[in-house]
């Protein structure tokens, strides 16, 4: 990723803004509020918003008309809207609540605590009510969890005109239109039609005839980096959500898609790094829940870390007699690390983005065996030279320095790209803490290596 | 990332189907070739055909009706792609690449050499063959390289049930009319119109009146990663592209960003690791390819590994005395590598999701200092405990392995924090292997950090 000038610019944008906005927050200037809600993009009122403190955000979402009100609301951060909930008041948090779409309601109540949602949902209108229920009962990150059921539906046995003039009406509340699922008894998913096929056909035509019967939907449970997947293959706007008697239950579309593939992003690069993946960005995080989520792995890393030491301590009669094997120590142990580190990357990246049935832990090898033979003879070669003309070792010492390098660099390589297939196995995340614990590893294999290889070498 | 039951699924599908579709090519069934373009959504035929050779893949869709063969071919993977137009007649390779939407051709051409696009372009129809020429000028990686020019665009002085006829006649060949920009003269964006608004409107209302005139909208030399975020921010269908005189150029679509999401967190992922970033996915990729990406990052760091020799070599003295500090050398290291590489990812992660505007040195180094020092007192417990009842030191002894701890994770933590910043401002990726290079940094200090703790408390 590059510098980002345009986010700057939006930024000061922002500061041109705020201080009329906080003079009319001052004064609660009832109209010159509202008229704010309604002349930017929800998202960039929004942005402007987040510069101001909770309780004056909601002065201002107060004063905005209704649609106005929940989409900013909807735009601003997780962590803000969990923060602004705690400031309005029941009545009002009720109304914002009703008018949320389903699937952002989900994620807000889900991060609210247990009786603040108790309290809420009676005040809540029926038929939000269950759809709330129902939505909530869905394991997180599962397709149920980030549907939402406002979707546009239709029977077949009508014409294309009529279609239209159906969706005209269901348009207000519905998140796409641009996606008609055609619906047998029972909701059950008989098949789709997208709002391009119903422009571009004669409008007398039978929606039986035109729409499209192969319709590729996820299963409610599925997960929703298989969700992703599936809606990246095809490019679609929006997939169909069905439960295990084929009935549409709801949809996904494909911003919320985009969310998703950043977490998973994120979630893989913090848990490759050995951090617990954060709710909040890191900005917003705690530093003290920070410490925790890092804690726990270094922790457990030192305490893999104490291995090498007791191994080291195993070798200490060679390492007595050859002192000069110290200096090339971390060199060693850093090659491998490193190497490790980078199958290991290349490995979970390819399984996140879905290769993984093209992934096979014998082909692997091969390939990885390879490259870091490769990549060991290179590393070698530097470290055999530098041992005998940057340290003055003698070419025996120096020899022990390539021969380990060499070795290091092809375990790391292997076990790298090994490790992520294993936690897969395991029914884990590939990508748990795999850089530093393949590291950690490398360390101990690295040290039996090194002090080995003198043992050989030079005799103990 | 978690398991791909799905993924896994559909492989097998495609294992049933394959045996018939050899067979159909083996004897060059035409019809039922034809048939086979056509029965599956093309991103499914792709994937099926992906399990062939490039020949047989050809001999499929040689046998395909035109839209489909198109469809089926931008589905394929770009590797694949290229290798197949090296088998193509310059014919068919033409008629091709005349049919393929704008984009995705562009893809592919930045990818063939030089000469062969050159002989292919006299060949192309001449508004196609402009139209390559101007997407090819684009520098990769800017808004015009990934935009598409098949967008909907209407003037303002017209009725909405004109719009939705013209809509009409212009959807064949355009790639979303959900979105539709309102062109002033020389194609200048006066604003845009959803379908959805269309829908809803009153058949005799003038555009002028109901088109929303706050375009939002990116600069076709911005880079994609702010195409990604704009559109995410407001979770566009489709974001405009203009130029500096203010007139539309093209329009990038939601599953194109998807696409630059996914690549850009691949790319921050892989440089992040110290592996330069590949051009297709790491199965595609040859070995001796993936060798070079890794190599000249892992010989950079072993120089720098070098240096942390030469630093040992300067306290020999104090090692020879205190062999026994050999032992805890590993852990040392390795906590500040781990917990350094840990603050990097977090700061390049909040980089990469634009909250680069949010993020201060300053505050960040408080922040950090905050947090390492707690994660610093925790290792130092470790390792002081460690020291004196596992490897029965002494306690002075012991202090010199945990105050080191705490130096050393402070250090790790507050320059894995800064590095990012650091590269950012000199112009360069953030994520520029960052984790090893912070280990390599941190190797030194903690080399530095131990011997000169050491001589504090043991006097040398």
Redesign the interface.
């Known amino acids: 990723?590059?510098?980002?000038?345009?986010?700057?610019e939006s930024?000061m944008y922002d500061r041109l803004v705020l201080p009329d906005l906080r003079v009319m927050i001052a004064e609660d200037d009832a109209q010159g509020l509202a008229e704010f809600c309604e002349?930017?993009?929800p998202?960039?009122t929004a942005?402007i918003l987040e510069e101001l403190q909770d309780d004056e955000i909601w002065k201002v979402l107060s004063r905005c008309p209704m649609p106005a009100q929940v989409e900013i609301f909807e735009f601003l951060s997780l962590q803000r809207r969990i923060e602004l909930v705690s400031l309005i008041s029941r009545k009002d948090l009720t109304r914002l609540i009703e008018e949320m779409s389903p699937d952002d309601r989900v994620d807000l109540l889900n991060r609210m605590d247990e009786e603040q949602v108790e309290s809420l949902l009676p005040l809540i209108a029926q038929a939000e009510r269950s759809d709330i229920r129902k939505l909530l009962s869905y394991p997180e990150h599962s397709a149920g969890s980030i549907m939402t059921t406002e979707y546009a539906s239709l029977p077949e046995d009508i014409t294309v005109s009529d279609a239209?003039e159906r969706?005209?009406r269901q348009?207000?509340d519905r998140e796409t239109?641009?996606y008609v699922y055609i619906l047998g008894e029972g909701r059950r998913l008989d098949g789709f039609i997208s709002?391009?096929d119903l422009?571009?056909a004669r409008p007398k035509a039978q929606l039986a005839d035109i729409m499209r019967r192969?319709v590729?939907s996820?299963h409610v449970e599925?997960?929703q980096?298989?969700v992703a997947?599936?809606?990246?293959?095809?490019?679609f706007?929006a997939i169909p959500v069905i439960d295990s008697q084929n009935q549409l239950v709801g949809i996904v579309t494909?911003?919320d898609?985009?969310?998703v593939?950043?977490e998973?992003?994120?979630?893989?690069?913090?848990l490759?790094?050995?951090?617990a993946p954060l709710e909040d960005?890191?900005?917003d995080t705690p530093?003290?829940t920070?410490?925790w989520k890092?804690?726990m792995?270094?922790?457990f890393?030192?305490?893999v870390?104490?291995m090498?030491?007791e191994v080291?301590?195993h070798y200490?009669g060679i390492?007595?007699r050859h002192?000069w094997m110290?200096?090339?120590?971390?060199?060693v142990?850093?090659?491998g690390?490193?190497?490790g580190?980078?199958s290991?990357?290349?490995?979970?990246?390819?399984?996140?983005?879905?290769?993984?049935?093209?992934?096979h832990a014998l082909q692997l090898t091969r390939?990885e065996l390879?490259?870091g033979g490769?990549?060991g003879l290179?590393?070698a070669l530097?470290?055999l030279s530098?041992a005998m003309f940057?340290?003055r070792r003698t070419f025996s010492e120096a020899a022990v320095v390539g021969a380990t390098m060499f070795l290091v660099?092809v375990m790391g390589t292997v076990s790298g790209a090994l490790l992520p297939l294993f936690f897969?196995r395991l029914?884990m995340?590939?990508?748990l803490m795999s850089?530093?614990l393949v590291?950690?590893v490398v360390?101990i294999m690295g040290?039996v290596t090194y002090y080995t290889v003198a043992i050989i070498f030079l005799g103990s």
Not at 2 to 8: D, G, Q, V, Y
Request: overall charge negative.
């Open positions: 990723m590059s510098p980002l000038p345009e986010s700057e930024v002349v930017l993009h998202a960039g942005e239209i969706l005209r348009a207000p239109i641009y709002l391009r422009i571009l192969d590729i996820v599925d997960d980096e298989i997947q599936e809606l990246a293959k095809y490019d706007l494909h911003d898609v985009l969310d593939v950043r998973e992003a994120d979630e893989d690069v913090y490759m790094a050995g951090v960005s890191y900005l530093a003290l920070l410490a890092r804690g792995w270094l922790l890393l030192s305490c870390s104490l090498t030491a080291l301590n200490s390492s007595d002192m110290i200096l090339f120590l971390p060199m142990l850093a090659s690390g490193n190497s580190a980078q290991a990357t290349l490995i979970i990246r390819s399984l996140a983005v879905g290769d993984s049935s093209r992934v390939r390879g490259v490769m990549l290179m590393l530097i470290g530098a940057w340290f660099v897969r029914g995340d590939p990508a850089n530093p590291a950690a360390d040290v």
